[in-house]
């Protein structure tokens, strides 16, 4: 399940208003800043406080460790605290890969926008142009139901249950559940209303894309992504975790249940989540390929724009893959998308005010409802404190 952003918007908030206390995040004239300036490290009094900041939240929190990587028109910075593995207390190191999850949508997204650019497919094609004609008859629907609606989320069709594909790969870590398990549960369960009518987040409708990107495209999904998203971005840490093991250093998506038994879901197959969560990155990587969406490297700046319209339906908040929110306190904009995979979350964010991108991983965020709480009271407790001086 990938749905927790008030978890991490909170560490969001936290760390943006910290950055704008020091004076850290700089308005830029342009949108495009330049490419030499962002390499270099921050003023070490910024960096200072910055890592003292996250060492105190990972302390304050409970959380085992978190990764973090921001990119100011002047500077870049990545970095770590806690550990990387609650059971072996492997600290956490900048550079580690973790899985992304729902920011995966987001390169979905992009490889449909470039074939709507290659002429190869439009978004208000129907499915059923490009969908097998038996896949079809089972998506109610399936005949009105446009690409468009796939990505925005208002195709009314269901979404699975990840959490039971979840328990049944940990009761048998070496089977892999396929993608078409997930996509059955979904069309079983649907629809919901008719197309366009409301919105919903349904994890169904992006492997959906996958199928359709695999006709239009002429080659599969994955192989597209590769060749026309990570190749030209240059996110070379980023790839499609297609095996039960993460290569390399990385995070330990892991938390312990209410009997207080560690459950390790790092290294379980996510297959069943092709093209909605089934990538592994760095936060380097990530904020290389947002940045590189945002300049036009990718795709064209209209094909972002129409990214960037929030539907009717979500409240304005989710367009294409991608989603704009105001968060306030501190009144900051932020764009990108964010990704939960049980033991793990990611926000990935972009700071149209100052031309800043923000991406960060916090591990063992799938615990019990009360732990939960107790991180959200401990964090508002600390937004508190560094807004208003004090923790009432």
């Given at each position: 399940m ?19 206390a ?12 330049d ?41 870049t ?44 497919l ?69 629809p ?20 359709i ?83 036009g ?32 306190p ?38 019990s ?18 807004k ?5």
């Open positions: 990938k749905r927790t952003p008030r978890i991490g918007i909170a560490v969001a908030i936290l760390l943006l208003a910290c950055l704008a020091a004076g850290c995040l700089q308005a830029s004239s342009s949108a495009s800043a490419a030499a300036a962002r390499t270099h490290a921050p003023p070490a009094k910024n960096a200072t406080e910055l890592q003292r900041l996250i060492e105190n939240e990972v302390n304050a929190t409970g959380v085992p460790g978190l990764q973090i990587g921001i990119s100011t028109p002047q500077w910075w990545n970095s770590a605290a806690g550990n990387a593995s609650e059971a072996t207390g492997e600290p956490a190191t900048p550079g580690m890969r973790f899985l992304i999850a729902s920011v995966s949508k987001t390169f979905a997204s992009v490889a449909v926008q470039k074939l709507a650019e290659e002429g190869r439009s978004l208000n094609d129907t499915i059923d142009r490009w969908l097998p004609a038996d896949l079809v008859e089972r998506v109610p629907n399936g005949h009105r139901i446009t690409v468009r609606q796939l990505l925005d989320h208002t195709s009314g069709i269901a979404d699975y249950d990840e959490s039971a594909i979840n328990q049944q790969e940990i009761q048998y870590p070496d089977t892999p559940v396929p993608y078409q398990a997930g996509l059955e549960v979904g069309l079983a369960a649907s919901l209303y008719p197309p366009g009518a409301n919105y919903t987040y349904s994890n169904v409708n992006y492997i959906l894309l996958t199928l990107v695999d006709k239009s495209a002429g080659v599969p999904y994955e192989d597209y992504v590769t060749r026309a998203i990570l190749v030209p971005a240059g996110l070379n840490e980023t790839f499609f975790q297609q095996t039960n093991h993460i290569p390399g250093p990385h995070m330990k998506a892991a938390f312990r249940d209410e009997n207080g038994t560690l459950r390790d879901f790092t290294d379980l197959y996510v297959q069943f989540d092709r093209g909605a969560g089934d990538l592994v990155s760095t936060t380097a990587d990530l904020n290389r390929f947002h940045r590189a969406l945002r300049e490297k990718l795709i064209s700046s209209a094909s972002l724009a129409a990214m960037e319209n929030g539907t009717p339906q979500s409240g304005g908040r989710y367009g294409l893959g991608y989603g704009t929110e105001r968060i306030t501190p009144g900051v904009t932020v764009q990108g998308h964010t990704g939960g995979y049980p033991g793990s979350f990611t926000c990935w964010y972009y700071l149209p005010e100052t031309d800043t991108y923000v991406t960060f991983n916090l591990n063992n965020l799938r615990a409802p009360p732990v939960e709480e107790k991180i959200i009271a401990i964090r508002a407790a600390v937004l508190a404190y560094l208003y001086g004090s923790a009432g």
